[in-house]
């Protein structure tokens, strides 16, 4: 049986691929503003799935310096994996650009 932080790791690399390599450059191209948006959902979609299946469960995760519950370890796991698709989707797509206006 696989390990709870496995299972959420392998959820938040699936939707983080499935955002920077399909949603975000159909919907949200090198608009910054809709990025956000959009990343927003995606980090609520990943929020959604690994509550269904761990609120209330009183396991504790571990974030290698401490533990956490379910919701914290999700939403850093989610953002340090995420860190290097957004610097290329936004190096990529010239993101910044659309900030400076």
């Given amino acids: 049986m696989e390990s709870p932080e496995l299972i959420v790791i392998t959820i938040n690399v699936v939707i983080i691929l499935i955002a920077y390599l399909f949603v975000y450059p159909k919907y949200a191209g090198s608009d910054g503003n809709k990025l956000a948006v959009n990343d927003l959902y995606a980090s609520?979609?990943?929020?959604?799935?690994?509550?269904?299946?761990?609120?209330?469960?009183?396991?504790?995760?571990?974030?290698?310096?401490?533990?956490?519950?379910?919701?914290?370890?999700?939403?850093?796991?989610?953002?340090?994996?995420?860190?290097?698709?957004?610097?290329?989707?936004?190096?990529?797509?010239?993101v910044w650009e659309s900030f400076k206006t």
């Fill in 44 to 94: 609520c979609v990943v929020l959604l799935i690994s509550g269904v299946m761990y609120w209330g469960s009183g396991y504790e995760f571990n974030l290698l310096i401490t533990t956490s519950n379910w919701f914290w370890f999700t939403l850093v796991t989610y953002f340090l994996l995420e860190i290097p698709l957004m610097a290329w989707y936004f190096k990529k797509h010239k």
